[in-house]
């Protein structure tokens, strides 16, 4: 079993910056991808970003410019440093990683952080 928790959510002023982290732990071999998804009331959930083993990463065309992710494959830790917060970046965000433990593939949620933008 693979567990991911996730840390930094809560109320910014628009313009302003958070930073959100996810660390996975439990019985890992190893993680391909990790990334962030957000899901705003009412809408479906959808990709903010993701970054592979190797330090690649993809943004969603609205965050590009503002956010940034990176990870720390010693720590099985994912980051996603938003700056320049807009109202509309307003959404549950979760953290998903995937890959394998000892034992088979793993395809792991965290639980979901609130952030809030709003004057």
């Known amino acids: ?3 991911l928790v996730e840390f930094g959510g809560g109320l910014v002023q628009p313009g302003g910056s958070l930073r959100l ?8 071999f ?3 991808f990790m990334g962030w ?18 330090g ?3 943004y969603a ?11 720390d494959n010693a720590k099985n830790t994912v980051y996603l440093q938003m700056n320049s917060l807009k109202p509309e970046d307003t959404a549950v965000y ?6 394998r433990t000892w034992l ?10 609130q952030v809030t933008v709003s004057s």
């Open 104 to 113: 088979s593939d793993f395809g792991a949620w965290g639980q979901g952080t």
């Open 21 to 28: 982290s996810c660390a996975a732990s439990g019985n890992i």
């Open 37 to 54: 998804y957000r899901q705003a009331p009412g809408k479906q959930r959808e990709l903010v970003a993701v970054i592979s083993s190797g």
């Open 61 to 71: 065309d609205s965050v590009k410019g503002r956010f940034t992710i990176s990870r």
């Open 94 to 99: 979760y953290c998903h990683a995937d890959g």
């Open 56 to 58: 690649s990463t993809n």
């Open 1 to 3: 079993q693979v567990d």
């Open 30 to 32: 190893s993680i391909n």
